[in-house]
């Protein structure tokens, strides 16, 4: 595979997400708004570094971005499209908003690139392992010429609808992720008020209709109060703005959602915010 790819932003996720596409045989070059992480990466993947998004475009086929929210993710896709010809395809692993994605794919149209919003689940494991989800929104065409390339980190690469129903289908994810961590979180916690070993519990309920990638994920380090590690509470709290907003939006109610959210808020408050999102179980 010869084909030149961008990657830009190095953070948990990309990091990985752009070695395993090295790895895979891709031309990579990558951009970091920290240029000692670039550097870093380079020195563990090879491949080259650039100063700038639209330097870190140029003359590639595929864009790849994972960046932090939609400022971010809009200000290095405006700065990266400066760079691509027409014809190429940008891919966009970041978690923001449906409407970011939708003006994003008319900025791209209106310079003839295609775009595709293609959030990931699976964590920092996931990115790592090459296991990640990835929930696309897009046309048909440009999803099948970049499907490959986003095969090199997905186990499961699925084109959910138009512009913006990856985006939505991240939300979805998030929403549910929120209820089932407060539910195991208050699970843990009965179980330790009971005098019940949390561990043995765990490993019974989860050979049946309780099991969950939480719970066999997050259980044991939830009833060890380890949380150093994982999907921060600060990400998490932005991700579910996103979906309380588009739910305004929508008319969707999301009353667990929004409850949680303030639970995320309790935890922040007590200096949780880079904790893994299965510190609820501390507020108990």
């Given at each position: 595979m010869s084909a030149k790819v961008a990657f830009l932003g190095l953070g948990v996720m990309g990091f990985p997400m752009a070695g395993h596409l090295k790895a895979r045989g891709y031309d990579v070059t990558v951009y970091n708004r920290t240029p000692e992480k670039a550097a870093q990466w380079v020195a563990r993947h090879g491949g080259r570094s650039a100063p700038t998004p639209a330097e870190a475009a140029k003359a590639c086929e595929f864009v790849c971005l994972c960046v932090g929210n939609d400022n971010d993710l809009i200000a290095v896709a405006t700065a990266?499209?400066?760079?691509?010809?027409?014809g190429t395809v940008m891919v966009d692993h970041t978690t923001a908003s449906a409407d970011a994605a939708r003006r994003l794919h008319a900025l791209a149209k209106s310079k003839g690139v295609d775009f595709i919003d293609a959030p990931v689940s699976g964590g920092q494991a996931g990115a790592e392992n090459g296991k990640l989800t990835v929930m696309c929104g897009g046309e048909d065409g440009p999803f099948a010429r970049a499907k490959p390339v986003m095969d090199s980190y997905g186990k499961a690469v699925t084109l959910m609808g138009g512009p913006g129903a990856g985006q939505l289908t991240k939300m979805v994810n998030?929403?549910?992720?929120?209820?089932?961590?407060?539910?195991?979180?208050?699970?843990?916690?009965?179980?330790?008020?009971?005098?019940?070993?949390?561990?043995?519990?765990?490993?019974?309920?989860?050979?049946?209709?309780?099991?969950?990638?939480?719970?066999?994920?997050?259980?044991?380090?939830?009833?060890?109060?380890?949380?150093?590690?994982?999907?921060?509470?600060?990400?998490?709290?932005?991700?579910?703005?996103?979906?309380?907003?588009?739910?305004?939006?929508?008319?969707?109610?999301?009353?667990?959602?929004?409850l949680v959210d303030q639970f995320y808020a309790d935890v922040q408050k007590a200096g949780g915010h880079r904790f893994d999102t299965s510190s609820l179980i501390t507020r108990l």
């Open positions: 990266a499209l400066e760079g691509m010809a027409p998030q929403i549910c992720i929120a209820g089932l961590v407060q539910g195991l979180a208050e699970g843990i916690a009965f179980a330790e008020k009971a005098k019940l070993d949390p561990l043995l519990v765990l490993d019974v309920i989860s050979k049946g209709a309780a099991q969950s990638w939480q719970m066999e994920n997050r259980g044991k380090t939830m009833a060890e109060r380890k949380f150093d590690f994982g999907f921060a509470v600060d990400w998490m709290r932005k991700d579910l703005a996103i979906c309380l907003e588009e739910a305004r939006r929508n008319g969707a109610r999301l009353p667990v959602t929004a």
